[in-house]
C-alpha cells in the first residue's frame, strides 16, 4: 500500500463507491438522451450554423458535455470493480484529457454566454463589444484550439492512478495545478461582476418592459448555479486534498481523497443542468424545445 491514500488506487472495497458509480450511472442515462435531444433541436430545428452570437456557444457547449458523457460509464464500472481509475494506462489518460476538455470548454462557453447578456443589457451602446462577440464560431474554435494544447500536460507524465498520485514540483505538475484551479476562479469572479451588474440594472430600470432584464437575471443566476454545484465543490476539495497531503496524515487525506473524489461525481450534473442555461438564453430554443418534445408544457413554459 502506497504512503499517500491519494496514490491508492484501490477504493478498498468502500461502498461509498458504489454509490457514488450508482450516481454517476442515473447521470449518464437521464443525460444522455437529454442532450442528444439538444443536439437534435439545434441541428435540425434551429440550424445552429446559420445564426451567430449565443446559438454557436450553446451548440459548443453541449458538445463539451457529450464528450463528458462518454467518460461516465468507464469511470462508473472502476468505481464499481473498486478502482479509482481505470487500471489501463491508455485509457485512464484518455479519460483525464478529456474529463479536463470538458470542464474547460464547459467554463469557457458558460462565461461567455454570461458576458454576452452582460453587454446587451448592461451596454447596449457599445457596438465594439457587440462586434466581437458577432464572430462567435471564430471564437470558438479559438477557444477548442487554446484548450487542446493546454490539456496536453494531463497526458505528458506516467502517474500512479494516473492522475492521483502525489505531485512534484515540476513544471508539468505545477502548469496542472495552475490549469485546475485559475479556469475555475477566475471566469467565477467574472460571473460575479456580470450578475451584480444586470441586477443593478434591473433595480435602477424603474419603467419599460424588465422582461428581458428579469430572463437576463435568471440566466445568469443558473450560471452560478451551475458553478456553485458542479465546479467550486470540486475545485476546493482539491485544494483541501494538497494541503491535507502535506501534513502526513493518511487518515484525514484519506477522507480528502473520497470527499474530492464525490465532488467530482457531482461536477458531472452540468450535463443536466446546462440544458436550462440554454433555455434561459434562447426563447426561441426554449419554444422549439416544448413543441418537438414538450408539447403538452407548451402553454406552461410561456411565463418563463
Given amino acids: 500500500m502506497s504512503n499517500h491514500p491519494s496514490e491508492n488506487c484501490s477504493t478498498e472495497e468502500n461502498p461509498l463507491y458504489v454509490f457514488y458509480s450508482s450516481v454517476m450511472i442515473v447521470e449518464f442515462v437521464l443525460a444522455l438522451p437529454l442532450n442528444l435531444s439538444v443536439i437534435y433541436i439545434f441541428i435540425f430545428k434551429l440550424k445552429f ?33 473498486g478502482q479509482r481509475w481505470n487500471d489501463s494506462d491508455v485509457v485512464c489518460k484518455a479519460m483525464l484529457f478529456v474529463m479536463f476538455l470538458n470542464r474547460g470548454a464547459s467554463i469557457a462557453f458558460l462565461t461567455l454566454i454570461s458576458i454576452d447578456r452582460y453587454f446587451r443589457v448592461v451596454h447596449p451602446g457599445k457596438r465594439v463589444f457587440h462586434r466581437i462577440l458577432k ?4 471564437i470558438s474554435v479559438c477557444i477548442w484550439l487554446v484548450l487542446l494544447p493546454m490539456t496536453i500536460p494531463t497526458m505528458l507524465k506516467t502517474f500512479e492512478c494516473c492522475a492521483q498520485s502525489r505531485e512534484d514540483d ?13 479556469q475555475v476562479l477566475i471566469p ?6 456580470c450578475s451584480a451588474q444586470i441586477i443593478k440594472r434591473l433595480t435602477q430600470k424603474s419603467v419599460g418592459d424588465k422582461t428581458k432584464l428579469r430572463r437576463a437575471v435568471f440566466l445568469v443566476s443558473m450560471v452560478m448555479l451551475v458553478f456553485s454545484l458542479c465546479f467550486l465543490p470540486s475545485t476546493i476539495s482539491r485544494m483541501v486534498l494538497l494541503i491535507v497531503r502535506d501534513m502526513d496524515s493518511e ?21 443536466l443542468l446546462d440544458p436550462i442555461v440554454y433555455c434561459l438564453t434562447s426563447t426561441k430554443f426554449k419554444d422549439v424545445y416544448v413543441s418537438t418534445f414538450l408539447p403538452c408544457l407548451r402553454h406552461r413554459c410561456d411565463i418563463v
Fill in 188 to 193: 467565477f469572479v467574472i460571473l460575479v461582476f
Fill in 170 to 182: 515540476n513544471i508539468i505538475d505545477t502548469f496542472r495545478k495552475i490549469l485546475f484551479f485559475s
Fill in 251 to 271: 487518515d484525514a487525506e484519506r477522507i480528502a481523497v473520497n470527499v474530492y473524489d464525490g465532488f467530482m461525481c457531482l461536477s458531472f450534473l452540468d450535463c
Fill in 49 to 81: 450554423w446559420k445564426t451567430k452570437g449565443n446559438n454557436i456557444f450553446l451548440f459548443n457547449l453541449v458538445l463539451a458535455d457529450v464528450l463528458l458523457l462518454i467518460c461516465l460509464p468507464v469511470k462508473a464500472a472502476d468505481y464499481k470493480k
Fill in 135 to 138: 464572430k462567435s464560431p471564430i
